[in-house]
């Protein structure tokens, strides 16, 4: 696999998209086998990717606030806090 | 004239001075009569309104004149029916308290007390409170707020931005001890893959309104640092108009406006609306909604990538198939088979187009012959035609010049003489001399004749 085909897309909407757009080509017959099956091995990547991020477990809240010199930090939501 | 000025003057001095003191006043012996102050004439009023009006009155109607904040902070203004007007002074702290911005025109109950204002010699209403009559304050207050933002287009559909399809990093801008926030939990819990984060903020009270408005745009200043945010949920559970109040002040709704992470609001129960959710780029009805909303897509991409992944199988097992059979068809091909043949065929092609070449330029000579041979015969009937006419034309001149030729005279029984040394005409007797040789012609000959004699005719002989 190349490494061009293993660059990992910014958004899960992005991700969707460029999938669409790869079932589109290989669908409408537009790309030749060569390079259908280069777009393959990209849209496969793709959905492990989307299906990583759906497993992945955040869980985590963060609480946000504003720290004394005007900036933003972040600390860990304990459990009480959240239930 | 009893009631002269003087006489008048004269009764008034009395009653003051028997009002006073029995004493006669100092300076002047038996008249008493002093003028008052002017400052003693207004206690004089001030007092009399003090016993005939009520401490603390409440008083109805239209306010005119009204001339927003002054820089002190007092609010200026006239309360007026048909008949009468007065004027109506709020102190800062008071006016401070207006939730709804006075306007003219608007029908208020005011509450206070009447003073007068010695320096210019006026007596006013000391506002205490104002109430609108008819409607509550905060009614009137959301109304004109709304009016006001609805003029600015702040609530246009096409100044809303789209909300994420499938946001991954949230954050809930609401209060940490606020229902809202467990119900929001609730439903996101089933997306452990989104990314949570909670920014608190009072969400009512004094106070709690520029706070929120402040963590809006904190957010949207420091965004990048915390990784990030796709969107913001601002929500706060149900209660009173007044427990909602923050939501419908103008700090917030301008917050929400310049916010460049869009926002959906969950505030309340579902009847309620408020001026934050009219400017929010989704307006969700309750805390719950709001996250229904911002994961319904998430909630689907489970099956979508399911389905993605078949179709993908799908396009691409076809596509090596098709490329299969092209291929299949590619080697029985009889060119790849018979090169040879192809050139010949060509060939023969080439052939085709030349003899049809030929064809078509024979096609076009016999073309034009036919036409050649369907206009000949028209022109010769033309030509015999124009022949004919001019043939009997020539007839018509023989016959006019023989009408006039000699020999038609000759056949009717004249002569011609000539000489016949010369060939001159004789047309005069004295034109032939003696012994001169004659030609006469006649109709079928000539004779030849001497001259012998010659007489000139007389006429009148």
Known sequence: MSKKNQIAPKSFEEALAELEQILSKIEGGEVGLEESLAKYERGTFLIRHCRNVLGAAEKQIEILSKSEDGAIQTEPMSEEQEN | MADSFFDFHERVAKQRASLRSPKPATGGADEGVEPLTVTQLTAAIEKAIKSGVPGTITVRGEVSNASGRQASGHLYFTLKDSSACINCAMWRDAASRLQFKLEDGLEMIATGRVSVYAPQGRYQLQVQSLQPAGRGALELAFRQLQAKLAAEGLFA????????????????????????????LKVLRRFPWIKLMLY????????????????????????TDIGGVDLIVLSRGGGSLEDLWSFNEEIVARAIAASRIPIVTGIGHEVDCTISDLVADYHAHTPTEAAQVITRNWGRAGDALVQLTTRLDRAIRQNILDARQRLTAAERHEFL??????????????????????LALRGRLRNAQHRLTAVAPRLLIAAQSS??????????????????????????????????????????????????????RFADGETESIVQDSRQMSLFE
Do not use: C, W
């Not at chain 2, 004094?206 to 420091?222: E, K």
């Not at chain 2, 022949?387 to 002569?415: C, E, H, M, W």
């Open chain 2, 157 to 184: 559909a096409e100044r809303k931005k789209a909300i994420p399809l499938y946001p991954s990093r949230i954050v809930l801008l609401t209060s940490r001890a606020t229902a809202a926030l467990q119900d929001i």
């Open chain 2, 387 to 440: 022949l004919k006419i001019r043939s009997a034309r020539l007839d018509a001149f023989d016959r006019q010049l023989q009408a006039l030729s000699p020999q038609a005279v000759l056949n009717r029984g004249y002569t011609i003489t000539s000489i016949k040394k010369t060939g001159q005409i004789l047309r005069s007797s004295t034109a032939a001399k003696i012994g001169d040789r004659l030609l006469t």
């Open chain 2, 337 to 358: 088979r018979r090169p040879l043949d192809r050139i010949q065929m060509f060939r023969q092609l080439l052939d085709e187009r030349q003899k049809s070449a030929t």
């Open chain 2, 200 to 223: 608190h903020v009072p969400v009512q009270g004094q106070g709690s309104a520029p706070q929120i408005a402040q963590a809006i745009a904190h957010l949207n200043r420091h965004k």
